[in-house]
């Protein structure tokens, strides 16, 4: 599957693991990236915030470089809040003819148009709609057994229900829950799942924003996750990155390691945690999970497990 | 008739014992409410469950509870639909959260959400002069204010903020929803004033964590979220009130870094959120201060190469006729002399309109 792929900005700057796991495994899967090296950011909410005309012009302008790139199936992000300001851009876009081609005049200077029908999806969601479940499944060579991880969706990729498209035929909210069951993985119960980590006030109002943090981490400490996973890298930046000031904040111990999307599929189909850029963490996932009696702790010596 | 189980959570006060699960099997049509089945779980097996409620048509906002987990008003959600999306076939209804419990089902209002209501001053102050017969305004603007004039004070999004969870302070999606109903209307008096009020305000508008909760909480399409972000926009852009809390500084770095480098530079982001949108913000106390109490996340992060060094002193960027397309977009669009909002609530989806 060829897809136009747009990894974000966090991706490639404060968590730049994410991108590159995506990267490593995208030929595992068959899927073919054709980068969008040429789109700007999303605005992550922000820019809307300032501007909505303006947050629609530059994701038109995504969308527009999207539908431009040759043979691709769909356009396809590895982050949640990428996925939610863009939904809700292209939410507006395809609701008025007469608004659409406002903004298609700004970009015409740049010889860009966006047309109605581009399909933007998260890999989560790639995974379960495009490629299947079964077909993961089949690709798994060392299924995650014992490995009990929480799942973490980040706010921008579950709500709005209607906008973004989740409803009995697609439980996109529940996606994480299956793809860790297909990776062979168990799937921990705990009350943040579909909780905010708190990064969007961590400069206006840091003790909430961390309290947010530590309270989910908190929770999967306490369900027994071995680790949390997330599509979303500035989920990841609160819950990994500042996870030693959250600790901090709720008066607790945490060391809870959070995986990318990526790389806790990257590990199911056989690549090594360091190529998969799992030591970056600020939590190291090697140091929590014993990587020498759980199956996927052979991943790190694949010759010991043949 | 069919029969449904609620598995209802209880509580009284009174009794110095702990909250707890309670079935009741029920006979209703399915199309029937929550709200009757806990009112026929009453009458036939336990007049003492306590569960607040009126108009029974989603009007009066008196019975918000929380069903399998979510928000909703208990007469406005049908039996079958509530079944088919529980656990377990059991429809769970508990009192909604953020606010303390009185007994069973019933919250206080008072000490949370009106409290909060009241302090965005909720009401009208009429401009000066009043005219003489009726204010003239612009139609879209009436229209505007309707979708926070459709709030039923019923909590379903005070219940379930996540801001408010950690920040009880936090003056809350409802009350600011309200306090936009006011904001937007050109017949009142005083925007600069409610704005800056809770710009300043630590728990005031920049408090929100965009988390959409509210928005998926509210029956009656209020959509709280929003209504917060126009205050932010309003106040930072067309206000210019600088806040104490950095909210109009980090929207305006954000705005400023994507202009320029066309991808967000996350390095410059945190010290010009605290110290202002200038290159030289990080040297700036407020800025150097913040920098050093994150300064153990920061070593750690440089430590692991998950942030290198190249990423804080050359980061990157798209390439430069890239570049020169996005900054016309800004030109373009920030050029104009008004600013262009479409609004889907206003204007409406061209499918609505066949």
């Known amino acids: ?306 | 008739m069919a029969e449904f189980t609620l598995r209802l959570r209880r509580y009284d006060p009174e009794s110095g014992d702990a909250a707890y699960w309670e079935e009741h099997t029920i006979d209703l049509e399915p199309h029937r409410s929550v709200l009757e089945g806990i009112l026929q779980a009453k009458n036939r097996d336990d007049g003492s469950i306590g569960i607040r409620c009126s108009c029974r048509a989603a009007i009066c906002g008196s019975c918000g509870v929380r069903i399998n987990g979510r928000p909703d008003l208990a007469c406005h959600t049908h039996l079958d639909h509530a079944k088919k999306h529980s656990s377990d076939g059991v429809i769970e209804v508990e009192p909604m959260g953020n606010m303390p419990v009185i007994k069973d089902l019933i919250v206080d209002m008072e000490a949370v959400h009106w409290k909060k209501i009241r302090r965005v001053t909720p009401w009208l102050i009429p401009k000066q002069p009043v005219p003489e017969r009726e204010y003239v305004v612009p139609r879209e603007a009436m229209v505007d204010v309707t979708q926070s004039m459709a709030c039923i004070q019923c909590g379903a999004c005070v219940s379930d903020c996540l801001s408010m969870e950690v920040d009880p302070e936090f003056i809350g999606p409802a009350a600011l929803a309200k306090a936009y109903r006011f904001v937007g209307d050109p017949r009142d008096d005083q925007h600069f004033e409610r704005l800056q009020d809770l710009a300043e305000d630590p728990h005031g508008i920049y408090d929100c964590t965009h988390c959409f909760q509210c928005i998926d909480a509210c029956p009656k399409g209020v959509a709280p979220m929003s209504q917060i972000m126009r205050l932010r926009r309003l106040a930072g852009n067309d206000f210019a009130i600088e806040d104490r809390n950095n909210g109009e500084r980090h929207e305006a770095a954000f705005v400023s870094l994507v202009k320029q480098y066309g991808l967000l530079n996350e390095a410059e982001l945190l010290p010009r959120s605290y110290g202002g949108d200038t290159p030289l913000a990080k040297f700036k106390p407020s800025a150097a201060a913040e920098l050093t109490s994150s300064l153990p996340a920061i070593a750690k992060a440089l430590l692991r190469r998950k942030v290198t060094p190249a990423a804080v002193f050359k980061p990157h960027k798209l390439a430069p006729a890239d570049r020169a397309e996005v900054k016309r977009i800004y030109e373009t669009v920030e050029g104009r002399d008004e600013r262009v909002e479409f609004n889907i609530y206003i204007s409406g989806r061209d499918e609505d309109l066949t």
Request: with cysteine; net charge negative.
């Open chain 1, 1 to 306: 599957m060829k897809v136009a792929y747009w990894p974000g900005c966090v991706s490639r700057g404060f968590t730049p693991e994410l991108h590159g796991s995506m990267a490593k495994i995208a030929p595992l899967l068959d899927i073919e990236l054709v980068a969008l090296d040429r789109a700007s950011c999303c605005g992550a909410g922000v820019i809307a915030e300032h501007n909505p005309e303006l947050a629609d012009t530059l994701n038109a302008r995504t969308f527009a470089l999207a539908q431009q790139a040759e043979g691709t199936a769909l356009m396809m992000n590895i982050c949640s809040t990428c996925q939610g300001a863009q939904s809700e851009c292209q939410e507006r876009l395809d609701a008025s003819a007469e608004y659409r081609a406002k903004i298609n005049e700004t970009l015409a200077a740049d010889g860009l148009t966006y047309e109605t029908g581009l399909s933007n999806k998260n890999f989560l969601w790639l995974l379960v709609e495009e490629m299947g479940l079964d077909e993961l499944r089949s690709r798994v060579v060392r299924p995650l057994t014992d490995l009990r991880v929480g799942p973490f969706y980040g706010c921008y990729i579950v709500r709005p229900v209607t906008r973004l498209g989740i409803d009995d035929a697609h439980p996109r909210d529940a996606y994480l829950g299956q793809v860790i069951e297909a990776l062979g993985g168990t799937v921990t119960d705990y009350a943040g799942a579909h909780k905010c980590c708190g990064f969007p006030i961590i400069t206006m109002n840091k003790d909430a924003s961390l309290k947010q943090a530590g309270r989910h981490l908190g929770d999967a400490v306490d369900a027994g996750a071995d680790c949390l996973v997330t599509p979303c890298p500035l989920c990841h930046l609160n819950l990994d990155l500042q996870q030693p000031l959250a600790e901090r904040v709720v008066g607790r111990d945490l060391g809870m390691p959070v995986l990318h999307l990526p790389q806790l599929v990257g590990l199911a189909l056989g690549v090594s945690p360091s190529e998969l850029g799992l030591q970056r963490h600020v939590v190291k996932p090697t140091s929590v999970i014993d990587w020498t009696t759980s199956v996927v702790g052979e991943v790190g010596a694949p010759s010991a497990g043949g």
